[in-house]
């Protein structure tokens, strides 16, 4: 279902946490609100399940103005940061607590129960307490219990903030590949540009409390509407007074055509390495190259290259 | 583990002079005289019906004040409005001023000498030297034990789990059964049990009010008390004693156990 935005408002005193907030998120599609914190990114996401209340605008689902509608009318499913558990209840009960309230037989509930346990992995955890499970369990239960109602759209927030690095990774492109098989609209929020960047069809960044570019997101990471997307999406250097990626800067030799620079320093993460420069106009810039891009050159602190924009920019606009 | 000795030695010396002794020397002097000295004092008419009594005003007080208590803790947890703080510390008033006050003051507001007396006594409600007055002290000596002890549950639990209630399109009723009542519950009943316990041991307050007409508005402690000051009969009120401490003693371990039990059943803290 798609979901339309109209000049949405909300301050709490004197501050406006989310300002004047116009756009439409696709149907089916899974779009990530991504921005610092403090950016009114979970407001706005608060603002669309009916939890807290607009000052101003309005908000429509499919075509349905839901402004006014109570949280419990709307039909959305929502997780929460910390996944908020019902902590006395087993997982089946958790993931089943939307059709009780529906007043569904205990026979399809039972069933339905079943079938999402199946979907997020959890089958043989259902007569556990979310005390008993990890993070990752707890966060697949939140998934399968907002699941459960059919919601016309699914809301996530911060959804892999709480967890471990690796269980991160997989459960963001578990969540990928769950969307292709379920296509309900989505829209998750995180403060995360590699995840963002990782999961979202759709991508809408925001910073004290504007929307500041939505779109693609790759075609975002290539032309950042300004400099705080630029920035906010990936590292930035200095070179000849214009921000650009360090991965777009290319080192050669000394006699090589560009601008002259000594090496500085040299940082090896094993993926990638980073130098540091200092340039002929003394200003200093950093250069992000593969690990065999490195070897090629076998650099050391001290040595004079000359660096220049790569010919072939790594992504093109 | 380094063993903080010193310290427990303290702890133990300080329950032991405080609790220990006289609990214990009071159990060694009730069943001194056996226990059939101990069973015929324990059943004098004037014992049964002050226990009775007591039993009955704490069956009132006890879920008025429950209800109160809880209703009260989910306004302060889940709203903040003007004078919250204001209305907050008027539930500490009853316990923080003495009981005595109370009682004096529930007299002046509501005998005849006070402003609605006269009203309420050509309704027929009397509240000096009667059972209703008992109630009323009863209820405002033991206000803010549920309140104190399901607010901070309420505070440290948030917001979540009623949230998610809501998304999923649960109403007010359905998400306080369903999901805030078993998150509070264990604060609800231990304040409930401290509230048994000082409705059931008020004297101050009550002793004011009711008038001390034996066989009528004598509750335990005050029949205890009478034995012992008026009657002296110190028997009487050793076994009697042990009766009213039992009572209360009992259903805090009730609690005790009922709590670690399902606590190893879910193998976490509720």
């Not at chain 1, 403060?191 to 997101?217: C, F």
């Not at chain 1, 300004?226 to 921000?243: K, Y």
């Not at chain 2, 208590?69 to 001023?97: K, M």
């Amino acid at each position: 279902m798609a979901i339309l935005l109209n000049r949405v408002t909300k301050s709490y005193g004197s501050r406006r946490v989310v300002d004047d907030v116009t756009t439409s998120i696709d149907d089916g599609s899974l779009t990530v609100i991504l921005g610092p914190s403090g950016s009114g990114k979970s407001t706005l996401l608060r603002l669309i399940a009916g939890l807290e209340t607009l000052d101003s605008g309005t908000v429509a689902i499919d075509g349905q103005d839901v402004t006014f509608q109570d949280v419990r009318d709307r039909n959305i499913g929502f997780c929460f940061q910390h996944y908020a558990p019902f902590r006395h209840m087993t997982v089946a009960k958790n993931v089943g607590f939307g059709l009780k309230v529906r007043k569904q037989s205990r026979a399809d509930i039972d069933r339905r129960v079943g079938e999402l346990l199946e979907i997020v992995r959890l089958s043989d955890k259902a007569n556990r307490y979310p005390s008993q499970l990890s993070g990752g369990e707890r966060q697949r239960m939140a998934l399968a219990r907002a699941l459960a109602i059919e919601p016309r759209v699914l809301l996530l927030d911060e959804p892999f903030g709480a967890l471990d690095a690796q269980v991160r990774i997989e459960l963001r492109s578990w969540l990928r590949d769950f969307h292709h098989r379920i296509p309900v609209t989505t829209i998750m929020v995180t403060h995360d540009q590699q995840e963002a960047m990782e999961v979202a069809d759709q991508l809408i960044i925001m910073a004290e409390g504007a929307i500041q570019q939505t779109g693609d997101p790759r075609h975002i990471y290539a032309s950042p509407s300004n400099e705080f997307v630029q920035g906010f999406l990936g590292p930035i250097t200095n070179f000849g007074g214009v921000p650009v990626r360090p991965h777009d800067l290319e080192i050669r030799g000394a006699n090589a055509p560009g601008e002259h620079a000594v090496v500085t320093a040299i940082q090896n993460f094993g993926f990638e390495v980073r130098v540091d420069l200092c340039t002929e106009h003394d200003t200093s810039c950093w250069v992000q190259l593969s690990t065999r891009e490195a070897e090629t050159l076998s650099l050391s602190v001290g040595d004079a290259v000359t660096v220049s924009v790569r010919h072939e920019p790594a992504l093109m606009i | 583990m380094k063993r903080p000795t010193g310290l427990r030695v303290v702890v133990l010396a300080y329950l032991g002079v405080i609790v220990a002794l006289p609990v214990g020397y009071l159990i060694y002097r009730a069943f001194s005289k056996g226990f059939s000295s101990f069973m015929s004092q324990v059943t004098q008419p004037g014992a049964v019906h002050a226990l009775v009594l007591s039993l009955e005003v704490a069956a009132i007080a006890v879920p008025l004040n429950t209800i109160v208590g809880v209703g009260a803790a989910l306004l302060f947890a889940r709203h903040r409005f003007w004078g919250h703080r204001v209305l907050d510390l008027c539930f500490d008033i009853p316990v923080a001023v003495s009981p005595v006050i109370i009682g004096v003051a529930l007299v002046l507001a509501y005998s005849k000498i006070g402003w609605w007396g006269s009203w309420l006594a050509t309704q027929g409600i009397s509240v000096l030297f009667s059972v209703t007055g008992i109630v009323l002290a009863t209820t405002a000596v033991s206000l803010p034990y549920v309140l104190r002890s399901t607010l901070p549950v309420l505070l440290e639990s948030g917001t979540d789990q009623e949230e998610a209630a809501r998304t999923l399109g649960s109403g007010p009723l359905r998400t306080f059964w369903y999901i805030t009542l078993p998150v509070i519950r264990w604060g609800v009943l231990y304040g409930v049990v401290l509230t048994l316990a000082r409705t059931l041991g008020e004297f101050g307050a009550v002793v004011v009010v009711s008038g001390n007409i034996s066989g009528l508005t004598q509750t335990l402690p005050i029949y205890i008390y009478d034995s012992w000051d008026q009657n002296y009969n110190a028997q009487a009120s050793f076994d009697n004693a042990l009766i009213l401490a039992a009572i209360a003693v009992v259903a805090l371990v009730v609690l005790g156990i009922l709590r670690s039990k399902e606590r190893n059943h879910r193998g976490d803290l509720a």
